[in-house]
C-alpha cells in the first residue's frame, strides 16, 4: 500500500469494505486521531459486532511483550476466520531519533497544563533514553545535548520530577532490532489466517526498515498536525478540531451553529479528545434541539482542565473532601491521567509547605489577623529582606495571591504537609506498580489528605 494522510482514510475504508486487506496497519500522530482511526479500522476489519468480541485483542504498548505479540500473529485463531490485533502506543517504531519528539510534546504538554500528555511522553521518552527522572534533572548541559542530541531547555524543569518520580526508568524501549527483522520476516511471509496488526504510536522513526516495510506490505496513516505557529499549521489544526467536533455532533444528531463552533474552539484550545467529550455533553445539554448554539457553549464549556485541576487544590486545600472527591472523579472522566493528577497535587502542597515553614520563622513572626493590606506592606517587605537564600521560585509573586496562600497554609501542620506528600509518594507508587483500579487509589488518597485532623 502506501503513506496515507488523513484526508485519505474515507478512500482506505471504502478498500477494506470491498475486500483490500493489509496485513498490517500502522497509526501514527496526534493520540486521539490514532485512537479514532484505529477503532475505525477495527469496524470495518470486523464489521460484525459479535465477530469483534472474539476476534479482537487489544493491547497496552506499556505492558506489551513484542515477541508474545508476534507469536499470536503467527498462530491460526481458535474461533477460524479472521483475528485483529491492537496495540495502543507501541514502541516498535521508537528510536532515539524520536526522543526529541517526545520531549517536545511532554514540554508542550506541560507548559498548556494538559498534564496528561506531559507525562505519558515524558515517561516514554525517560524509558525510550533508559533514565529516570532524577537523572535527567542531574544532566549537565553538555552531557545533555551529547546524550540526547539537542540542548537543554531552559527555564525551570522541576516539572520533571513531578510527573516522572524519582524511580528507575523502564531501561529502553521493549523489543530490539532482533524483534523488528522477526516482524518483518512474518510480514513479508504472510500472517497465517488472515491476522491483522494494527499498531498506533504517537512517533515513529521513518528511517527504520520496520517502517519502510510496513509501508510496502501495509499502510501507514500518517496523523501527525504540525505544532508550528504559523498559518498553514493554525489552519490544518482548525480543521482537525472542527472534524472532530462535527463528526461528534452528527453521531449524535446534532448539529453546531458557525459562530458558537468557533467559540467552542477557542475555549477547548488544540485538545481533540476535549473537543469531542465537551461535543458530547453540549448534544445532551441541548436535549430535542438540533442546533448547538453560543448560549448552550456558555453554560456547559465553562470549565476548563487547567480550572478543574485548580478547583481540585482549592478543595484540598479547603478540606472540603466531597468536592475533592467529585471532581477528581471528573478529572478522570475527562482523560486526566491519575499521575498528572497527583502531579497538580504535589505542586500545590509544596507551595503550602514552604509557605507554612515562613509562617513557622520567628522573625518578621507571621499572625493570622493580618490583613491583606498589612501583610503586603509591611510583613512582606520585611520577610524578603530578612531571608538569606532565595525566594521560592514556586510562590505566586502577585501580593495578593501570595496573601491567599498564606490564609490556606494556616490551615495545616507542617508535619501534615509533610506526611501528605508522603501519601502522594505512596499512592503515585501504588498506581504504578499495584494494578488496582485508577479511581479507587485517587479516592483513598483523598481520603488520607483529608481525613480530620487527630
Not at 537523572?135 to 531547555?153: I, K, N, T, V, Y
Not at 525551570?156 to 528507575?168: E, V
Not at 472522566?333 to 514552604?354: C, D, F, S, V
Amino acid at each position: 500500500m502506501a503513506i496515507l494522510k488523513r484526508a485519505e482514510l474515507t478512500g482506505l475504508f471504502k478498500a477494506i469494505d470491498q475486500g483490500e486487506k493489509a496485513p498490517v496497519y500502522l497509526v501514527v500522530g496526534e493520540r486521539f486521531l490514532c485512537q479514532q482511526a484505529a477503532g475505525a479500522l477495527v469496524e470495518h476489519l470486523l464489521p460484525d459486532q459479535r465477530q469483534r468480541a472474539s476476534c479482537l485483542t487489544q493491547l497496552d504498548g506499556d505492558q506489551e511483550e513484542p515477541g508474545q505479540t508476534l507469536n499470536q500473529l503467527r498462530t491460526y485463531s481458535l474461533f477460524g476466520g479472521r483475528r485483529v490485533i491492537k496495540v495502543t502506543d507501541s514502541r516498535l517504531l521508537f528510536s532515539k531519533v524520536v526522543g526529541k519528539t517526545l520531549w517536545e510534546r511532554a514540554a508542550q504538554g506541560q507548559e498548556n497544563n494538559d498534564l496528561a500528555t506531559a507525562a505519558r511522553c515524558l515517561r516514554q521518552f525517560l524509558e525510550l533514553e533508559g533514565l529516570s527522572g532524577a537523572e535527567l534533572l542531574e544532566l549537565s548541559a553538555s552531557a545533555w545535548q551529547g546524550q540526547l542530541g539537542f540542548a537543554r531547555p531552559s527555564g525551570d524543569l522541576g516539572w520533571i520530577g513531578d510527573l516522572a518520580g524519582n524511580g528507575p526508568a523502564g531501561g529502553g524501549t521493549k523489543g530490539g532490532g532482533d524483534v523488528a527483522e522477526q516482524y518483518m520476516d512474518a510480514l513479508r511471509e504472510g500472517l497465517p489466517g488472515g491476522n491483522i496488526l494494527i499498531l498506533t504510536a504517537e512517533a515513529a522513526d521513518k528511517r527504520k526498515k520496520l517502517y519502510k516495510c510496513i509501508a510496502e506490505v501495509g499502510a501507514v496513516l500518517d496523523l501527525t498536525v504540525d505544532g508550528g505557529s504559523g498559518r498553514a499549521a493554525e489552519k490544518v489544526r482548525t480543521e482537525v478540531l472542527e472534524e472532530v467536533v462535527k463528526k461528534t455532533l452528527a453521531e449524535l444528531g446534532k448539529t453546531i451553529e458557525p459562530k458558537a463552533l468557533l467559540v467552542l474552539l477557542e475555549r477547548v484550545g488544540f485538545y481533540p479528545v476535549a473537543a469531542a467529550l465537551e461535543s458530547e455533553k453540549l448534544a445532551l445539554f441541548a436535549g430535542e434541539r438540533k442546533a448547538i448554539t453560543v448560549a448552550d457553549i456558555n453554560e456547559v464549556v465553562g470549565r476548563t482542565r487547567e480550572e478543574a485541576i485548580f478547583e481540585l487544590n482549592e478543595a484540598v486545600a479547603n478540606q472540603d473532601l466531597g468536592a475533592a472527591l467529585l471532581i477528581a472523579g471528573r478529572l478522570r472522566e475527562g482523560g486526566t491521567h491519575p499521575l498528572a493528577i497527583i502531579a497538580a497535587l504535589r505542586n500545590h502542597l509544596r507551595k503550602l509547605l514552604a509557605v507554612r515553614s515562613l509562617q513557622e520563622l520567628d522573625h518578621p513572626a507571621y499572625s493570622a489577623s493580618l490583613s491583606s493590606q498589612s501583610f503586603e506592606s509591611a510583613y512582606l517587605d520585611r520577610l524578603k529582606k530578612s531571608r538569606t537564600a532565595p525566594w521560592p521560585k514556586e510562590l505566586p509573586t502577585h501580593p495578593y495571591a501570595l496573601f491567599m496562600l498564606f490564609k490556606k497554609a494556616e490551615k495545616f501542620s507542617l508535619g501534615r504537609l509533610t506526611g501528605a506528600l508522603s501519601e502522594l509518594l505512596e499512592a503515585e507508587y501504588r498506581l504504578k506498580s499495584s494494578g488496582l483500579p485508577d479511581q479507587l487509589l485517587l479516592d483513598e488518597l483523598l481520603l488520607r489528605l483529608l481525613r480530620p485532623a487527630v
